[in-house]
C-alpha cells in the first residue's frame, strides 16, 4: 500500500483535520470550477448588472400614506362650561394623522393638590413648594406661570388614612379652585372606594353647570352615585378600567344606562409607565380606539391618561450618576410615556412637570394640521431652561 493509500485509510473515519504551520509554495495555481458553481457565480454578475441598471433608470414615486376609512368616529366631549373657558376633547374620524388631523388637539393638565405633597420628586416640588398649601393657590400658578389650560385638582386630604377631610371641606376646596382660575377642572378623590363617591357628589354641587370631569368612576364602587351627580348638575365622568377592554366596554354601559351620553364620558384605560408595562397600555389603547372607528358605540368616547405614573418609575427620580441628572430623567420619562399615549390616540393627559406640560402640548397641538406641512417647535433648548 503506498503513502497515499495509507493516508486515506486513517483518514476514513475522520471528520476534520487540523495542520498546523502549513506552507505551500507553487509558482502558478489554476482553480477549476465545477460547472455548476460557474452558472451560480454567473448568474450572481448578472443580477447585479440588471440592479445597477434598473437603479439607473428609476424615477422617484412620491410616498403615499395608507389611508383607510372608518365607519364611526369617537364623541366630541366639552369640559367647562358656565364661568370656565371650554375645551373639546374626541371628534376623530381617523386613528393616525396620516390619515385625518384630529378636530381638537389632545389636552394637557397640570395635577394640584388639596394638601401639601412633600413627597413629589424634587424636580416637580422645586417649582410649586411655595403655594402646596393652599389648592386655589396652586392652580392660579399653573394657570399663570405656566399655560394649563385644563388644571387636575385630586382631593388626596379626603382620604380616611391621609386627613379624612369631610365633602363639606372638599367642596370648600373645589370653590377655592374654581374662584382662583377660570380654565376646565379635573376633580379627583383620594382614591377610597367608600368615600370616593361622597365627596365627588359634594364636589359636583360645588361647581354646578361649571362641566368639569369627575374622576372617576369604576366597578369597584358606587358609580351610580357619581353618575347621578354629573346627571343633576352638569359634569362629565371619567370611566376607569385597568387594561381590560372588556371591562372598560361594561362601565361604560352601565354609566350610559344612568343617563350619561357618549358626550358626558372620557374613558380612562390605565396608563403604565415607559419601561413598566407600557405595552400593555399601548395594546389596550390602540384596540378600543380601533373599536370605536369601527363602529362600537359603547368605547366611541375620548380617552384620557394618567401620565403622572410615569414618576413611579424609578428612573425617572432616582438619584444615580451614571442615568445622569434627575432634572433631566424625569420630565424625559413623563414626555415619552405622553407621547406614546398620545400616538395610540389619547386625548388629555394628567402631568405634573412644566416643561413636560409644555413639550408634550407642543407636539399634540400639530395633530390638528395636514400630515407632514407643520412647522417643527423648536425646543432644542429646553433642556437649558431646566437650569
Same mark, same amino acid.
Given at each position: 500500500m503506498d503513502k497515499m493509500s495509507q493516508l486515506l485509510k486513517l483518514l476514513e473515519k475522520t471528520d476534520y483535520i487540523e495542520i498546523n504551520e502549513f506552507r505551500m509554495d507553487?509558482?502558478?495555481l489554476e482553480l477549476q470550477l465545477m460547472p455548476a458553481m460557474q452558472r451560480v457565480v454567473q448568474q450572481a454578475v448578472t443580477q447585479k448588472a440588471a440592479v445597477q441598471e434598473t437603479i439607473k433608470t428609476m424615477e422617484a414615486i412620491d410616498f403615499v400614506p395608507p389611508i383607510k376609512d372608518y365607519p364611526g368616529e369617537v364623541a366630541q366631549v366639552q369640559l367647562g362650561a358656565g364661568s370656565r373657558k371650554p375645551v373639546y376633547l374626541g371628534g376623530q374620524q381617523a386613528l393616525y394623522r396620516f390619515e385625518e388631523p384630529q378636530p381638537n388637539p389632545p389636552v394637557v393638565t397640570f395635577d394640584v393638590f388639596d394638601i401639601p405633597m412633600p413627597g413629589l420628586p424634587r424636580p416637580i416640588r422645586e417649582h410649586f413648594s411655595d403655594v402646596m398649601e393652599h389648592p386655589g393657590d396652586w392652580a392660579k400658578k399653573a394657570v399663570n406661570d405656566f399655560g394649563a389650560n385644563v388644571v387636575t385638582i385630586h382631593l388626596i386630604g379626603t382620604g380616611p388614612k391621609v386627613m379624612d377631610k369631610t365633602p363639606r371641606q372638599a367642596a370648600e376646596d373645589i370653590e377655592e379652585v374654581l374662584q382662583a382660575v377660570d380654565v376646565p377642572l379635573v376633580i379627583g378623590g383620594s382614591g377610597d372606594p367608600q368615600k370616593d363617591p /361622597? /365627596? +365627588?357628589? #359634594?364636589?359636583? *354641587? #360645588? #361647581?354646578?353647570d361649571e362641566r368639569c370631569l369627575l374622576a372617576s368612576a369604576n366597578l369597584d364602587l358606587d358609580y351610580k352615585r357619581v353618575a347621578k351627580a354629573a346627571v343633576d348638575y352638569n359634569h362629565a365622568v371619567l370611566s376607569? #378600567? *385597568?387594561?381590560? *377592554? %372588556?371591562?372598560?366596554?361594561? +362601565? %361604560?354601559k352601565y354609566l350610559m344606562k344612568e343617563g350619561l351620553t357618549q358626550k358626558d364620558i372620557v374613558m380612562d384605560p390605565t396608563t403604565c409607565a415607559l419601561g413598566y408595562g407600557i405595552e400593555f397600555s399601548i395594546d389596550v389603547i390602540t384596540r378600543t380606539r380601533l373599536a370605536a372607528l369601527k363602529g362600537d358605540k359603547d368605547l366611541q368616547m375620548p380617552m384620557s391618561s394618567g401620565t403622572t405614573n410615569a414618576w413611579g418609575s424609578r428612573e425617572a427620580w432616582m438619584k444615580n450618576d451614571a442615568w445622569g441628572p434627575t432634572d433631566y430623567r424625569g420630565p424625559i420619562w413623563e414626555i415619552f410615556t405622553g407621547l406614546t399615549m398620545m400616538l395610540c390616540g389619547v386625548d388629555i393627559f394628567m402631568m405634573l412637570h412644566p416643561q413636560s406640560v409644555k413639550i408634550l402640548s407642543e407636539i399634540g397641538s400639530s395633530f390638528t394640521k395636514d400630515y407632514l406641512t407643520t412647522d417643527v417647535p423648536d425646543i432644542s433648548n429646553w433642556i437649558t431652561e431646566l437650569e
Open positions: 507553487f509558482e502558478e /361622597v /365627596v +365627588l357628589e #359634594a364636589a359636583a *354641587i #360645588a #361647581a354646578e376607569w #378600567a *385597568i387594561t381590560d *377592554i %372588556n371591562m372598560q366596554k361594561t +362601565l %361604560n
